[in-house]
Each structure stands twice: as C-alpha cells, then as structure tokens.
C-alpha cells in the first residue's frame, strides 16, 4: 500500500498559510505525508514561494513544492484525483476579514473532491494547533451515524475527546427511517437522554471499534448552528465535523453556512 498522503493547496497569501499548522499535526495523526501544492496562473512559483515565505514558515522546511499552472480548484481536484489525498486541508478564503464564507476555489474543491476536506479560518494565523476536542453535530439519523466514523478514528488516534451534539429544535425528529427519535423533554433530560445516549453508542460502536475513545454526548435546544457555535467556544473545540449530502442551494445546508461563516476553528466536512 502507498503512503497515506495530505494534500494542502496554497495560494501564495500569508492567509492560506493558517492550513499548514493544521495539516502538519494531522499528518502527524494519520502518518501521512504532506503534498504541499501552488497553483499559479501564469507560471509556477514553487522555489520563488518557498524563498519568499520559508523563513517564516518552518512547516515548509524539508517539503517539495509541486508547483503547477492553470485554474486552482481544477487543478487541485486533477492532483488529488492523481493522488488520492487521505484529507485536503486548505485555507478557506485568502481575505483577513472575518465572517466570509468560503471562496470559490474553495467551495468547488468541497463539492466535487472525493475525500473529506478541512476548511481553515485564516484568521487563527501560522500559530501551532493542537487537536484535544473534536466537535460532531448529530441529527439523530442512520446517515449521518455512518459518517462519524472519520471523525471517531481521528479522535481516537489523537487520543481527543469526541464531543457529539444533537441539538433538538422545532422541526422535530428528521424523517429519514431510523433515525433516534428526538428527547421530547429536553427541559428533563433524565426522562428520555440515557435512552437515547446509550442507543447512539450502540449504534456508533456497531460502526466503528470505539477502542479507548472518550465520548461526550450533549443534549442542546433552539437554533442549531447558534448551539454548535456557542458550544464549541464554551468546549474549546479543536476541529468541527460537519456531514453533508452535498446539497448546497437554499434552503439546504442552512446550519453548515452558518457554521462555516462563523466558527473559529477548522472544519472536517464529510460527505454523505
């Protein structure tokens, strides 16, 4: 088998540099090795980025740039389909203000990539990163059970802890056949949350060997993205993994925007 491999783009801003802290503890995580790609649209740039930005970016010290011309997000999609990248790791956008969205490179690598990608807010720098808390929001359905399990395995090989969230609102419980029905006193979650705790993790163990793996489920009410946001500050959440259907036009994927808008952390989207 070939080495598992990250593949993180760059842009050449100081921005998209906030990916490399990330994808450096990831790899770490994975044992995977870093594939460090620039896209220019006139000429490759990859010694003349590494000279301009090297001496303030240890994580490039001993890595190969690949260097290639054309579109970015045609271009990083036709790599990773050449090297099948265990994760990308990318900056979400390359501007410095907060509370954008992310950029169209970046929103076309999401959809089409056939790997889970993690989006960096380029406000958090070229600080180090730590993974300790891994934030999961949970719906209650079979479909978005079977996509913890990237979320679960990384936990547990970051010996983090797996903070899962089913946030109940108005809609009551999704409709999709099997899912966990939703607490209906969440103002007395003694009467009906152990119940519904101990069947997640039967189902989650069914998927996934949790092994030694520390899971904390939390029980929130009202608007979703605003509790998985107020939640992960209050946490100290590392990392957000968000599942998608893929389904991007309104009214779908409401919370996601909003989380992808707002967190300060990085984001793991998985689809499903």
């Keep these: 088998m070939s080495e598992p491999v990250i593949l993180v783009p760059l842009d ?10 990330v994808a450096k503890v990831l790899g770490e995580i994975e044992r995977a090795a870093l594939h460090i790609l620039h896209v220019g649209e006139h000429e490759p740039a990859g ?18 740039i690949d260097a290639r011309v054309g579109t970015p997000s045609v271009e990083i999609l036709r790599v990773a389909a050449e090297i099948k990248p265990r994760l990308i790791v990318m900056c979400k956008h390359s501007s410095a203000e907060r509370g954008k ?4 490179t970046a929103m076309k690598v999401l959809h089409d990539a056939s790997c889970s990608v993690v989006l960096v807010p ?40 797996l903070l899962v969230v089913h946030v109940t609102d108005i809609r009551g419980a999704p409709a999709e056949p099997g899912s966990l029905t939703t607490p ?15 069947e997640f993790l039967n189902r989650l163990s069914s998927i996934c060997p949790l092994g030694h793996l520390h899971v904390r489920l939390l029980l929130a009410h009202g608007d979703i993205a605003a509790e998985i946001l107020r939640l992960s500050e209050k ?18 994927a409401a919370a996601m925007k909003a989380i992808l808008r707002e967190a300060h952390c990085p984001i793991m989207v998985v689809h499903i």
């Design 122 to 161: 380029p406000g958090r720098g070229a600080t180090p990163w730590h993974l300790h808390h891994v934030l999961v929001p949970h719906d209650g359905t079979p479909t978005t059970s079977a996509a913890l399990r990237p979320a679960a395995e990384l936990a547990e090989h970051a010996h983090a802890e």
């Design 47 to 64: 010694e003349g980025l590494r000279s301009r930005l090297g001496r303030e970016v240890p994580e490039l010290d001993g890595l190969t």
């Design 101 to 104: 969205m992310p950029g169209r």
């Design 12 to 21: 050449g801003s100081t921005q998209a540099l906030a990916s490399l802290p």
């Design 235 to 252: 946490r100290s959440t590392d990392l957000i993994v968000l599942a998608w259907r893929g389904r991007w036009e309104a009214p779908h």
């Design 184 to 198: 209906r006193y969440v103002d007395q979650p003694q009467h009906e949350w152990p119940a519904w705790s101990t």
